[in-house]
């Protein structure tokens, strides 16, 4: 599918904000896809659709998971704002038709997860990074994202933890370990 179908579709199903956003994160994905040698058309499509289920009903979102055999872990059914990264990338597989390395960069925008490629990497940061972000030291992880993506990852995980914490909500053990993975690899080089 071509991205102008895509995003047809993704603006027919989200509000006007979060549409904005989901602009904003498909010209940040394509400005770092340029600086790491990444597929700036796949980057953007991801971009662009990374949130397309982010305003779904927990109704739908459950029938969408219930078709497709995925199932949530404990964290992830008591929090249903992490269910549309995995509800975005059936959609995304099952109707943008989109490879399998571009249906896990959607899957693991949220969290993140082990072993992540550049593509999935990418629109992490440029998830927490968009244009249309506003948070303390957001100049400063867009300028390291254009060093490290890894470094930023963990400065972003770090924000999300304490974040998490002062609120006093879980956390998920899939972004400690993805912080922990990149931190053993740091100090090995």
């Given at each position: ?5 895509i ?12 549409y ?18 990444v ?59 989109f490879?399998q ?5 959607v ?45 930023t ?23 400690i ?5 990149l931190?053993?690899?740091k100090n090995?080089?």
């Amino acid at each position: 599918m071509e991205l102008r179908e895509i995003e047809e579709i993704v603006k027919s199903k989200l509000s006007e904000k979060r549409y904005k956003h989901s602009l904003a994160v498909m010209q940040r994905c394509v400005e770092l896809a340029k600086i790491y040698d990444v597929d700036e058309p796949k980057a953007a499509m991801v971009g662009l659709a990374h949130d397309v289920a982010k305003e779904m009903d927990k109704e739908t979102c459950t029938q969408i998971l219930k078709e497709n055999n995925v199932e949530l872990d404990k964290i992830e059914l008591e929090n249903f704002a992490l269910w549309h990264a995995k509800v975005g990338a059936i959609i995304c597989k099952n109707v943008f038709g989109f490879s399998q390395d571009m249906v896990q960069a959607v899957e693991n925008h949220t969290l993140g997860k082990r072993k992540m490629d550049l593509l999935s990497k990418i629109l992490f940061v440029a998830d927490a990074t968009g244009l249309d972000r506003n948070w303390d030291d957001l100049e400063y992880a867009r300028k390291l994202s254009e060093v490290s993506l890894d470094d930023t990852i963990i400065y972003i995980i770090d924000i999300n933890i304490k974040d998490n914490i002062a609120k006093k909500r879980q956390i998920h053990p899939e972004s400690i370990m993805l912080r922990n993975e990149l931190l053993s690899e740091k100090n090995l080089l």
